[in-house]
């Protein structure tokens, strides 16, 4: 299996516009971040899509990403899934039909309201809308043959999923664990992990509270993500506990096998 950074930045990316800070105006390319999203490759070739962000046709020029058999929504803020109607590129890109995305009933929900069209759209429009079709998931499920699980987290108030895939488990936009979640978080080869900054928000771990978190995980390797401008890179890393550091757009990530 393999995992791609195709964005590690906060809802307003980095650059920020109209920003000069430090790492606004840094040449590294460690430090231009799009909005948080990953693409999981499984072993037989299946490619799915962890939310469509309002960056999404430039992540997937950036990164060469041609496509996606499935997307899986942590939830839905607008960073996260204003970029869904890209998905009619993928669709065509595969000779057509539909697309199933998955997520929590809220997020199936809202992605119904605020994009109708694409759920209802007749065949005969073919390329026009993307063809969508939901699935509601509130415990494991498949996607070809590889086990998903969510793992309840809070974002804030509201109650969101992160994902496991075997040994891998992304926990985007994370503020709580819920006690009960803590045991679908062990045994970890890697974890991805929201770290805002390194202030405390009331929606978002701060750096230190991400580091704490995934110390209780006792994940072998964490990668955090969803990071905003006042975390430059190298400087951020240089001062990070050993096995861990930033995650970086562009980012690749082979860990064992899922496949059942």
Same mark, same amino acid.
């Given at each position: 299996?393999?995992? #791609?950074? =195709?964005? #590690? %930045? ?34 037989? %070739? #299946? ?7 309002? +960056? ?130 062990? %045994? ?7 770290? =805002? ?24 390797? #964490? ?25 970086? +757009?562009?980012?690749?990530?082979? =860990? ?5």
């Amino acid at each position: 299996m393999r995992v #791609t950074f =195709l964005g #590690t %930045g906060t809802s307003q990316g980095i650059p920020m516009i109209g920003c000069a800070c430090a790492v606004c105006r840094s040449d590294a390319p460690e430090d231009t971040r799009f909005r948080a999203s990953i693409v999981v490759t499984h072993d037989d %070739g #299946t490619q799915v899509l962890v939310d469509t962000t309002p +960056d999404l046709r430039s992540q997937a020029l950036r990164w060469q990403l041609t496509r996606v058999d499935a997307v899986v929504y942590t939830h839905s803020h607008a960073d996260h899934i204003f970029g869904l109607d890209e998905l009619r590129r993928f669709i065509a890109l595969k000779g057509g039909g539909t697309l199933s995305v998955h997520g929590d009933a809220l997020t199936i929900a809202e992605l119904q309201r605020i994009f109708a069209y694409a759920f209802s759209a007749p065949a005969e429009l073919g390329g026009g809308v993307p063809r969508l079709v939901p699935v509601v998931v509130e415990s494991p499920f498949e996607i070809a043959g590889t086990p998903w699980l969510p793992v309840p987290i809070l974002h804030g108030q509201r109650p969101i999923h992160g994902y496991r895939i075997g040994s891998f488990a992304y926990l985007t936009d994370c503020s709580q664990v819920p006690d009960e979640s803590w045991a679908l978080l062990q %045994g970890l080869d890697l974890l991805v992990i929201g770290a =805002l900054r390194d202030r405390a928000h009331p929606t978002h771990f701060s750096l230190a509270e991400a580091v704490d978190a995934a110390r209780r995980t006792g994940a072998r390797r #964490t990668l955090f993500t969803h990071m905003c401008h006042d975390l430059g890179h190298a400087e951020t890393n240089a001062r990070l506990p050993e096995g861990m550091a930033l995650a970086y +757009d562009g980012l690749s990530v082979t =860990l064992p096998g899922t496949s059942s």
